[in-house]
């Protein structure tokens, strides 16, 4: 089980866009992931007509390592640690380090 999932609220720890928040797009195999407008590159793409795609420099996000990254608390209004903990049923669920509290339910 890994700590990030799409989906997930998170917060950039460290970087040039330390402190921006934004929601995880993709979480790669490789300990990235794909944050939305966090990161963003100028990419010089060429135009594929079979794809129907425009050519010209397009913006995108690039992977930023989840290290850098923190989930978002809610109920802390700040970025949080996230350990894992086994329910009475046997599920496997993330909790917050700090108030110990549920991510997903």
Known sequence: ??????????????GREKG???????VLEDDKVVVENVNMVKKH????PQLGTQGGIV???APIHASNVMLWN???KKGDRVGF???DDGRKVRVF???GEVVDA
Do not use: F, W, Y
């Not at 921006?20 to 993709?26: A, P, S, Y």
């Not at 793409?45 to 594929?48: A, D, G, L, S």
């Open 97 to 99: 380090k700090s108030n």
């Open 85 to 87: 903990k086994t329910l």
């Open 45 to 48: 793409q060429k135009p594929n």
């Open 59 to 61: 913006q995108k996000e």
């Open 74 to 76: 809610p109920a802390t």
């Open 1 to 14: 089980m890994k700590r990030l999932r799409k989906g997930d609220r998170v917060v950039v720890t460290t």
């Open 20 to 26: 921006r928040q934004g929601t995880v797009i993709r």
